[in-house]
């Protein structure tokens, strides 16, 4: 009886003993030389540490692979993996914005015991100079840097854990571009992927027509009080007054509203829109279209182009910092400089006040042409023909180089692998139309029929703008139904949002809402009158 008592004693002896070492044991493999000897071929481990967030410990992992070396060109990922005590056995690997360069992990699911990566997509300056004549960057971004990083961050995982895992994508604008790109070209990569208001398609040619649009003189031009008055026009006609979904447009495109409706007539001059700013809401909601009449881009919604609050002072910069400029000056209430409507002026914005940044869309069509299409770094986007169709195929031809548009419909592989994508877009997206959300869903629907939403699903946000914020519930959490569907086989069949007072997460709730799979709609149940907050709670609604 001793002796067992003494071997069962010695057993628990050798279990604390391992137990207490498995936190040394994860110290003594994260560090470079142990890495790097068991990182892919293509990998170099540039530096490995433990460190801590909050009372999370993990190795935090900065590695790189060379794509180009005359070229300096190589990608860089960062690869943080909580101690094993605490690994949940998935794998976050997060998207990025704009045109990249930054890594970003999600720092918040880590401290949830989350493995999470993120690449710079192979360049770290800002805007798109990095691309100029650099062919072996630019494929990086359009499609390889997140496969490559993908492969060689499961290795390391791999040796690091060895235990079986759940690997995830979730990205929204470029991030979602590159989840869609995965999902396409390399399906296998990620058993699940959440792709946010993607930087699809055409984007960056619709950019330059919506700017040479609006950029075609003064009385084209719409400033804040034109983006108001369509604002509250639209709120009027569609946004449900006194209802359940008051201020909230819930299916734009069944909204009807006509910016001629609001044209000035004779002798007027004041709380209307001029001809030539009818033309350009026109010409936005209605998006680029080739000499042929084909449509190379998706309009835009009608709703929120302003999101104001009820006294109609801008909470967000809505279509001001996406399209039209001004956004800082409209936010703080100061007059707002017009840009230069000069042919010749490369700079519309800039030069006339440093301190007014372009809009979005400006920066980012001007970068691509003169980055990415022309590889000149003195382009001006101003003389841009738009109705020259050869030059529309040329720069068509460059954004959908080797699929990196993310437009192409067969997912046929990925949903053989029994993969799950879930798609979500903001109906008041003022950088990325949420209409081409909807093109790109039906596509793969038309392809794959009935059993779509077996493994594929669309979200749509009422009032939600681009990736955050917007006067409709812009605050959700994909992953966690995403996980609930891949591994449980639970598909999410409405995702509940929240919208914070002012947007400012530090401020209580004031709406929550659920987020109806497309083609659903939000539909209210609750009682009526709204009474008690009733309206503003997710439990009284439903999805039909």
């Not at 967030?53 to 992992?61: D, S």
């Not at 829109?273 to 998706?298: C, M, P, R, W």
């Not at 209210?524 to 009158?529: F, L």
Request: hydrophobic share 40%.
């Amino acid at each position: 009886m001793c002796t067992r008592l003494w071997v069962a004693g010695l057993i628990l002896g050798f279990l604390l003993a391992v137990s207490a070492s498995t936190p040394a044991a994860t110290t003594s493999v994260c560090n470079t030389s142990w890495l790097n000897a068991h990182a892919p071929a293509n990998t170099t481990v540039d530096a490995a540490g433990v460190t801590t967030v909050g009372t999370t410990r993990y190795c935090q992992i900065e590695a790189s692979m060379v794509t180009n070396a005359s070229l300096h060109d190589a990608v860089h990922y960062e690869l943080d993996l909580p101690d094993a005590s605490v690994w949940n056995h998935e794998l976050e690997f997060d998207g990025n914005s704009g045109l990249a360069g930054k890594i970003k992990v999600n720092i918040d699911d880590l401290r949830r015991g989350w493995a999470v990566t993120s690449t710079d997509t192979g360049h770290k300056a800002p805007g798109g100079s990095w691309a100029l004549n650099n062919l072996p960057a630019v494929q990086d971004f359009a499609y390889r840097a997140v496969h490559n990083s993908a492969v060689s961050v499961k290795a390391l995982i791999h040796v690091f854990y060895g235990t079986p895992y759940h690997s995830y994508f979730d990205g929204c604008s470029t991030g979602g571009r590159q989840g869609l790109v995965e999902a396409q070209l390399f399906p296998g990569d990620f058993d699940g992927i959440a792709a946010g208001d993607p930087a699809i398609d055409n984007s960056a040619v619709d950019f330059s027509w919506n700017e040479q649009n609006i950029l075609a003189g003064r009385s084209s031009y719409l400033d804040p009080a034109a983006l108001k008055l369509v604002d509250q026009a639209v709120i009027n006609q569609c946004g449900d007054p006194g209802g359940p979904a008051e201020g909230l447009i819930l299916n734009p495109p069944a909204c009807a509203f006509k910016a001629s409706s609001l044209q000035c007539r004779a002798h007027q001059s004041t709380g209307c829109l001029s001809a030539g700013q009818v033309a350009s809401f026109n010409a936005i909601f209605e998006g680029l279209h080739d000499t042929s009449g084909k449509a190379l881009y998706a309009g835009y919604s009608v709703s929120d182009v302003g999101y104001f609050n009820s006294a109609r002072v801008p909470l967000e910069d809505s279509w001001a910092g996406s399209i039209t400029g001004c956004s800082n000056a409209a936010l703080t209430g100061t007059a707002c400089p017009l840009p230069s409507f000069s042919p010749t002026a490369s700079a519309p914005w800039s030069q006339t006040n440093p301190r007014i940044p372009p809009p979005i869309q400006w920066s980012i069509q001007n970068g691509f042409l003169r980055d990415f299409v022309f590889n000149d770094a003195n382009f001006n986007s101003r003389t841009l023909n738009l109705s020259d169709q050869k030059l529309l195929d040329r720069i068509t031809g460059v954004a959908k180089r080797w699929g990196g548009d993310g437009m192409n419909p067969d997912l046929d592989a990925f949903v053989n692998l029994n993969h799950k994508l879930l798609m979500f877009h903001g109906w008041s997206d003022p950088v990325l139309t949420p209409y081409i959300s909807m093109k790109y869903f039906n596509s793969v629907a038309a392809r794959l029929g009935g059993t779509t939403t077996d493994n594929v699903r669309l979200f749509m946000i009422p009032g939600g703008e681009h990736c955050v914020g917007g006067p409709g519930p812009n605050v959700f959490d994909a992953l966690t139904p995403l996980v609930n569907w891949v591994e449980n086989g639970a598909p999410p069949d409405a995702i509940v949002a929240r919208h914070y007072v002012n947007n400012n997460r530090s401020n209580p709730v004031d709406r929550t809402m659920p987020l109806c799979k497309y083609p659903e709609l939000p539909t209210y149940i609750g009682p009526p009158g709204g009474a008690n907050n009733a309206y503003n709670i997710a439990a009284n609604w439903v999805c039909q």
